[in-house]
């Protein structure tokens, strides 16, 4: 069985990061979600909501798995037998940091790593500035899955 992982913190999911979540799915016989754990940063969803938006916004996708995980990445691999990590790249600037983790991860553990362009609509696209845009009454309703941006309003109305 082929796996692999697609990383991040998921505070919130995005139309960018779903699209690399449904290619990786085309790719590989399993692949994981692994929605990081950083105690140090607080976000504006709690891990299992950030969970449960995934699960749901990738419900379609039958080989799709989501889980958390606290430490190296590259030990939640091992513990699940996932040779291959996939990451999207927006611009050069993440292929900069994103090269020194791969080839870390697969000094480390063989882990390697599998780059895949971002989808041109969404290069710009990312988790915080969601956040800001809808904060300021922004309309995000294209940058989101619908659950998300529900959720989203609900919780920017509460604070």
Known sequence: MRR????GSFDPITN????????????????????M????KKGLFEIEERIELI??????????RVESFHGLLVDFCKQRDIPAIVK???????????????????GLTG??????PT????????SSLVKEVAAWGGDVSHLVPAPVLEALSK?????
């Open 4 to 7: 692999a992982v697609c990383p």
């Open 16 to 35: 960018g990061h779903l699209d690399i979540i449904a290619r990786a799915s085309r790719l590989y016989d399993e692949v994981y979600v692994a929605v």
């Open 37 to 40: 754990i950083n105690k140090a």
């Open 55 to 64: 699960r749901e916004v990738t419900a379609d996708y039958a080989n799709v």
């Open 88 to 106: 999207g790249l927006r611009a050069v600037s993440d292929f900069d940091y994103e090269l020194q983790m791969a080839q870390m991860n697969v």
């Open 111 to 116: 882990v390697e790593t599998l780059f895949v």
């Open 119 to 126: 989808n041109p609509t969404y290069s710009f696209l990312s």
């Open 155 to 159: 919780r920017l109305r509460k604070d």
